[in-house]
């Protein structure tokens, strides 16, 4: 009975899952291997034990976040939303932007939520393809082309792009901004810290630009849930009508300030994870029957002979890495970058299983 109740495009509806298993090395969904900067524990001790006033609502503005980041960024506070993640921000601007059969442009491969998130919300994706053979780059004249011809009401992109690691550059991404001016354009930077490049430089030029940023992964905060997008003042203010109130969680808003703070800190495990993706890419090419292709982002696309069976050997071994059931993907792992000791474990491993294939 209550399928015969839900909304027919949701019928056949996949949700995104995440992998759920004892493990040993935990190497599949882009988390840091670095916990909170002893630091930050301290001043939040005291601050608990102060007294953290959660019998209160949070600040629905993340006002003192904001600031931060405003700083950081030399952007107008006013500019910068705050989200309970990266999938919240992408939710919340399909739900302004984006109406029962509109269109969104995005990448395949790449983040399944960008889908996921169209759909519920009403509209439609086209898909454009990175080829491998292209290297998965993005063919920005083919984004262009189909956000015109559709009438696209958005275009996501992803730099680097999950999960095949390659990045865009400035002079794409402006382009597709000025071709582009009746189009939201979202650009997803949830790993750029390990690329150092960014797309900011560009809001002033753009009203339809939007980047989305999170701690999850190079601030190693998956656990708070929290991330922020960066626009000019007139998105922010339209994305404020639809995001939910006290999205944010007191203590989430508090461990994301301080850690954002720790620059010296995160610099050094930006550079760490940054050195053991050159590492890891090195040893794994190293391995026969592996092929890797170039990453901007701290994971490793890896394309093997019998992918799925790997990632499931891996899995019985203790080692999660990121499988792929759908065809496009069927014949490559993700790898994310761990610590060394992680990464010696995966290697060792992984060779293991194709030598006695």
């Not at 790993?191 to 150092?196: H, K, L, N, T, W």
């Not at 930006?270 to 029957?289: D, H, P, S, V």
């Not at 993907?329 to 790898?335: G, Q, T, V, W």
């Amino acid at each position: 009975m209550i399928r015969d109740l839900i909304r027919s495009e949701l019928k056949d509806f996949v949700p995104y899952t995440a992998n759920q298993v004892p493990y040993r090395v935990k190497l599949d969904a882009n988390e840091s291997p670095f916990d909170l900067p002893m630091s930050v524990r301290k001043k939040l001790a005291d601050i608990i034990m102060e007294g953290p006033k959660l019998n209160l609502y949070p600040d629905t503005d993340s006002i003192e976040l904001r600031k931060t980041l405003s700083a950081y960024w030399g952007v107008d506070m006013e500019g910068i939303v705050v989200g309970t993640g990266s999938d919240e921000l992408i939710q919340v601007l399909i739900n302004t932007f984006v109406g029962k059969g509109d269109k969104v442009v995005c990448p395949v491969p790449s983040f399944g939520m960008y889908k996921i998130t169209t759909i519920i919300g009403g509209g439609s994706t086209v898909e454009v393809a990175l080829k491998e053979e292209n290297g998965f780059e993005y063919d920005i004249d083919e984004f262009i082309s189909k956000a015109k011809n559709e009438k696209a009401k958005m275009v996501i992109l992803c730099s680097p792009n999950n999960p095949t690691g390659n990045l865009l550059s400035l002079r794409d991404i402006e382009k597709i901004c000025s071709m582009c001016p009746n189009t939201v354009i979202v650009v997803d930077e949830a790993y750029a810290e390990f690329s150092e490049e960014s797309a900011v430089e560009l809001l002033p030029k753009f009203e339809n630009l939007i980047i989305l940023r999170t701690f999850s992964k190079a601030y190693g905060l998956a656990g708070i849930r929290c991330g922020y997008s960066l626009s000019g003042k007139a998105m922010a203010d339209e994305i404020n009508k639809v995001k939910p109130p006290f999205n944010i969680s007191s203590l989430s808003q508090l461990v994301a300030k301080l850690v954002f703070e720790e620059r010296e800190e995160i610099d050094r495990r930006i550079k760490y994870l940054t050195e053991q993706r050159t590492y890891l890419a090195e040893e794994l090419k190293k391995i026969k029957g592996v092929t890797i292709f170039p990453s901007g982002a701290n994971y490793i696309l890896v394309k093997l002979p019998d992918a799925q069976a790997v990632a499931k050997e891996l899995e019985r071994r203790g080692i999660l890495v990121r499988g792929y059931g759908d065809p496009v993907l069927s014949k490559y792992i993700r790898i994310t970058v761990g610590s060394k000791e992680q990464n010696d474990i995966l290697l060792e491993e992984l060779a293991n299983i194709l030598a006695s294939n």
